[in-house]
C-alpha cells in the first residue's frame, strides 16, 4: 500500500469519486479527510490489478464494497446519461464506441463532452478516450471512443 501523500500527489489531492477537493492537513477520521481507496481495476485477459485512489473518508465509506457511482455535473443538459462507472468497465474490457448521451443542442453537447474528457482524465487515467458528437433524430448523441 502507497503513502497517503504519495496517492494523493498523483491524483492532484482531488476525490476520484465526488471530484471535489481534499484537504491533505485534515484528519483522516474526518468526513472530508484523505483516505485512499483499494479498488480493484479489470485488466484485459490478465485478472484483476489494484488501483488505490484518494478519496474524501466519506466517499470512500458510502461506496463501501460496492462499485462506484460517479455522477454527472448538474451543470450540464443531457438526457438519458449512461452511468460513467460501468461505461468505463466496458471500454476498457472491449473497447471501441458507446453513445453516453442526448443533448438537446450541439452546444450542450460540446460542453458535456469537454466535461466528460476532463472529469475520465481523473476517474479512469489509464483510459484514453475520445469525444464524438453526432446529430441524430433532432438531438446530438455524445459518444465515447477509445483511442
Known amino acids: 500500500m502507497s503513502n497517503l501523500s504519495v496517492v494523493g500527489d498523483r491524483d492532484s489531492w482531488r476525490c476520484w469519486l465526488c471530484d471535489e477537493p481534499v484537504d491533505p492537513d485534515a484528519s483522516v477520521n474526518s468526513d472530508r479527510g484523505p483516505s485512499v481507496d483499494l479498488g480493484a481495476v479489470a485488466k484485459p485477459k490478465k485478472g484483476a490489478a489494484t488501483l488505490e485512489r484518494l478519496a474524501h473518508r466519506a466517499c470512500n465509506t458510502r461506496k463501501g464494497a460496492v462499485k462506484a457511482v460517479v455522477p454527472w455535473s448538474p451543470d450540464l443538459f443531457v438526457v438519458d446519461p449512461a452511468p460513467i462507472a460501468e461505461t468505463v468497465e466496458r471500454l476498457r474490457r472491449k473497447g471501441g464506441r458507446e ?37 441524430g433524430g433532432g438531438q446530438f448523441l455524445l459518444a465515447l471512443r477509445t483511442a
Open 99 to 135: 453513445v453516453v448521451a442526448r443533448c438537446p443542442s450541439r452546444a450542450d453537447a460540446d460542453q458535456a463532452a469537454a466535461w466528460l474528457v476532463d472529469r475520465l482524465s481523473r476517474f479512469a487515467p489509464d483510459l484514453a478516450v475520445a469525444t464524438q458528437v453526432e446529430p
